[in-house]
């Protein structure tokens, strides 16, 4: 019963670390650039009208 | 612990909308920080947005796979999956409570005084398949020559877009209104369809629709932060049930996927200390046990 229960409290840990790690391969690859040309310009679909 | 998290609603809905140069730029605001993803539903078309919605660019990565692979960019989205796998293990669903603006216009509007409604559970689920459709598998999909698909949530569904963005944009730009047509008939239909249910019933959109929400709540089991049910302490009363503003049943399952840990039901719904939280494995309060 133990074993299993510490497994479950370091998940958060690892899943957190494997979200840093996405996020740093993420900025590597310049997909903050292409979020911020998305987002600075009218998105005609999320209007309705495109 | 419900007016605090009233003014930290109110607060992240203004941080997430600060531009309020709109009026006279006539534009939305095109710095960078709109390459910061918010936590909760808010649209970066909004005149007044200064950061990403996740939700609109986790589509756009996905509709823009293969003339990126074509291209040498093999950009996939991490940042942005990544940027919700974060807060996600760590808080699970509390964004929903605590940051959203969408969420926010549900709770407000839910206190216009008519007969409520609870929605039912079988509905609940409808929300993880317009996440694996709408924001991965159709954009991913269904493709143009070129090899690009479009935003489907955005562009069929999302609400948020509709007030946000949608309505001010019209009346900021009339020039847009040449172009109204079917599609925004039908979002504008789905926006008051929303807003008529959520008078009443409580977080209707949170509850059956909202992608972002589907997405944190794969994480409440396996957050840092974790709600704590003692059944000795229970006495099924379900004073917990009829004031969560998600309508879950805390008794059943502490951590249950549609729980926003918003703290009502531990602040102010259960007078037998039958209700705590952990972070991290420190309980609060202190001295609290987890006992289920």
Known sequence: ?50 | MFVLRRWIQILATLLSNAYWKFPFTKGIYQGQLKGICTPGLNCYSCPAATSACPLGSLQTFMATVRPAISTGNYRFGFYVIGTLGLIGSLVGRMPCAWLCPFGLIQELIHKIPSPKFEIPPFLTYTKYIILGLFVFILPLVVVDEFGYGITWFCKHICPAGTIEAGIPLMFLRPELRALIGVLFYSKLFILVLFLAWMVVSRRPFCRVACPLGALYSLFNKYSLFRMIHDPEKCTLCEACYHDCPMGVKFYKDANHYDCIRCLKCYQESCRFGAISYELAGVPFPKGAKEKA
């Not at chain 1, 370091?10 to 996405?22: D, G, H, K, T, Y």
């Not at chain 1, 391969?25 to 998105?43: F, M, Q, R, T, Y």
């Open chain 1, 1 to 50: 019963m133990a074993p299993k229960k510490m497994k479950k409290r370091n998940l958060p840990f690892l899943l957190m670390i494997l979200s840093a790690l996405l996020i740093v391969l993420g900025i590597n690859l310049g997909e903050v650039s292409a979020v911020v040309d998305k987002a600075i310009k009218i998105c005609l679909s999320c209007m309705g009208i495109g």
